[in-house]
C-alpha cells in the first residue's frame, strides 16, 4: 500500500469503498460509521464530506460542517465543525489519522478560503482520538459540553 495520506472531498465515486469502512464497537460509540452519516452530509448544504485517502485506499472519513447549527460548539461565524471522524479499523496504528490533521490546514485554506478555525467534540473517555488531536495543533480551551455518550472537549485549531 502507498503510504501518500491525502483528502478530498467525497465524489460519488468514493461511496462503496466508504460502505465497506470497519469500526469496531467500542470506537463506534464516539464516532459514526461513513455509510451511517454519509447521505445526510451530502444532502445538507452546510456539510462537506471529506475522505482521507492513504495511496488508493480509502483509509478515513470526516465531515466539516458548517452554519448556524455548529453554534454549540463555536460562537466564530468563521469556523467550521469537525465531526464523525474515524480512521476504519484495518487501517489504525499506521499513522494516516495524524497525517490527515496535519494536513488539515492546508486542505481549508485551499478549499474553504476565509475559515479561520475548525472545532470538534471528542469524549473525554477517547484518549486515543485526544492524543491524535493534540498532536496535530488543536488546543483544548478547557471547555466541557454534554454529548451523546458523556463530556465531550472541544477542541480548536486555529487556521491562521
Do not use: W
Not at 55 to 68: K, T, V, W
Not at 73 to 102: E, V
Request: proline content about 6%; charged content about 20%; aromatic content about 10%.
Amino acid at each position: 500500500m502507498d503510504n501518500k495520506v491525502n483528502l478530498h472531498l467525497y465524489a460519488a465515486s468514493d461511496k462503496e469503498a466508504l460502505e465497506r469502512f470497519v469500526l469496531p464497537e467500542e470506537q463506534v460509540i464516539f464516532s459514526a460509521l461513513p455509510k451511517d452519516v454519509l447521505d445526510e452530509a451530502i444532502q445538507d448544504k452546510c456539510m462537506y464530506p471529506v475522505v482521507i485517502a492513504s495511496g488508493d485506499i480509502h483509509a478515513g472519513f470526516f465531515i466539516l460542517h458548517e452554519g448556524p447549527d455548529i453554534g454549540e460548539y463555536t460562537a466564530n461565524p468563521n469556523a467550521m465543525l469537525l465531526r464523525s471522524f474515524s480512521i476504519d479499523y484495518r487501517y489504525q496504528g499506521q499513522g494516516i489519522a495524524k497525517t490527515a490533521m496535519l494536513q488539515l490546514p492546508e486542505f481549508m485554506k485551499s478549499r474553504f478560503p476565509g475559515r479561520n478555525e475548525v472545532v470538534l467534540a471528542v469524549n473525554r473517555r477517547n484518549k486515543a482520538a485526544q492524543a491524535v488531536y493534540i498532536a496535530a495543533g488543536f488546543q483544548d480551551k478547557g471547555r466541557l459540553i454534554e454529548g451523546p455518550v458523556g463530556p465531550q472537549h472541544i477542541y480548536h485549531l486555529a487556521l491562521d
